[in-house]
């Protein structure tokens, strides 16, 4: 769990904080104390336990899972059964007015929460279906090493040529997309190799999940990758690349004695798969790209 990633959800976070402040507010406000033999301490435990481990389950889903609709419906599913399930604790400390409103706002947020919730594990189900058949066809190629990075598990550029090859033996067209992360030299020379290869993995996994089924991620070279995409127009590239730098934007990847990578220009580009010109120049003439890109970030910045 990496719980940085609070950061990234502020509004969910003052939502929960606002759903248990206005809880204690309604039966401080209305209840009056019951007295000491009147507590029914087992339904203390039992539902005092509930809140808590609501609340637990809220706190693993904001520091493991980044922005997104299924955070969202998950994390409000929960917070409205929580609030519900505090006033249940709270009565049991206070003797509550019997308001018909009072009642309602105590026993609604609880089914409205677990609907929210369900749709929320509808759409997780979803994304993880997309992701496991993404991982099953990473997970058939392992074993043609000579094809695969050893550190990322990505293909390498020479699969990347004969892709390009084989589709313009077969006259279809794609859009070839690359991605550089600058000043990564600096991070190795901080932290260490070690530290670098295991954020390469990290951003190779962010980036397979960002691809879509018959999107083929490479690595390029060092920091810098390589992705072709079948029957895609050039603004769905674009589109789709813009996904995967906000996903590395969002990346939380924690070193040790340091607050962890913080990724400040992410580049990118794109270009019409030549179906005559050569791959290792086409891809060549895409990376130039990115150098003439740097080279006019280099410039604002100094």
Sequence with gaps: MRYNLFTSHVKLTNTIILFLVIAVTICAYFGELKQWQEIAWLDI???????LMTLSWITALLISRPPGKVTT??????????FSATLDLL??????????????FESLPAPFGMSLTSA????????QFVLNRQLRRREAHLREHEKVCPITGLYRINYFHSLIQQ??????????????????????EQFGFSEGDRLLREISDLLVMNCRLNDVLCRYAGDCFIVLMPSTSRSQAKELLAQMKAALNHCAFKVAKSKGAQFQHILTATMAMDLEQDPVQQTSQLHQQ?????????????
């Design 45 to 51: 435990v039992g539902e005092g336990g509930i809140v």
């Design 290 to 302: 990115l150098q003439q890109q740097k080279a006019l970030v280099g410039a604002a910045v100094y």
């Design 120 to 127: 929320g594990l509808y759409y997780w189900h979803q994304e």
């Design 91 to 104: 009565d049991e400390w206070l003797k509550q007015p019997s308001q018909l409103w009072l009642s309602w």
């Design 167 to 188: 589709r313009q033996s077969e006259q279809q067209a794609a859009i070839l997309g690359i991605i550089d992360i600058r000043d990564f030299a600096k991070f190795n």
């Design 73 to 82: 419906l998950l994390v409000l599913g929960l917070g409205l059964f929580m």
